[in-house]
């Protein structure tokens, strides 16, 4: 994996000003790409995410699509959080998270949700209440998820 150079790392949120730069993001997948630059920014505007964008030497490199989410906890889960409420639980949610092909060996995935985590913690002791951060793995991303810290919510199940 090639060394991130933290001080080559620009994070804005998406805004009119970056729309023409989402043309050429490729991350490999064509769904996501679509996302991307059909609906990111319309879905922002109207309060259903917030995307932020990872330029790396002044490249877009990344993206991440966070909204507010609840999540439900298993008894054991409940127990192992010390959560006496049955009731759902406030989370963060990473809606859409992906990187350019071309800086696959650089970590800026990882560097997004650690990002996304500093976000979490300090809404957390300043604002709202968050507990968790979720997220919906895309099939084949699963081991790239729990390599990075998540684990399976076993009160979906």
């Known amino acids: 994996m090639a060394a991130i150079n933290t001080k080559a790392i620009l994070l804005v949120r998406l805004s009119e000003t970056e729309i023409p730069d989402l043309e050429t993001f490729d991350c490999g997948d064509a769904e996501m790409n679509r996302f991307l ?3 990111a920014y319309s879905e ?7 995307t932020i964008l990872l330029y790396y030497t002044g490249e877009l490199a990344a993206f991440c699509s966070v909204c507010c ?7 054991k889960e409940r127990e192992e959080e010390k959560i006496e409420a049955q009731y ?5 949610k990473i ?11 650089y ?3 990882g560097f997004l949700i650690d990002y996304i985590k500093d976000i979490a913690y300090e809404l957390s002791t300043s604002k709202i209440g968050v507990r968790f951060i979720t997220l919906d793995a895309y099939p084949g991303k699963e081991k790239y998820y729990l390599d990075n ?3 399976r919510n076993e ?3």
Do not use: H, T, W
């Open 37 to 39: 630059r059909k609906e």
């Open 44 to 50: 922002q505007e109207a309060g259903m995410n917030s």
């Open 69 to 75: 989410d609840s999540i439900p906890l298993s008894n």
């Open 88 to 92: 759902k639980v406030p989370a963060i």
């Open 95 to 105: 809606a859409r998270l992906g990187r350019s092909i071309r800086f696959r060996e």
């Open 107 to 109: 970590g800026l995935g």
């Open 149 to 151: 810290g998540f684990i």
């Open 155 to 157: 009160g979906n199940e």
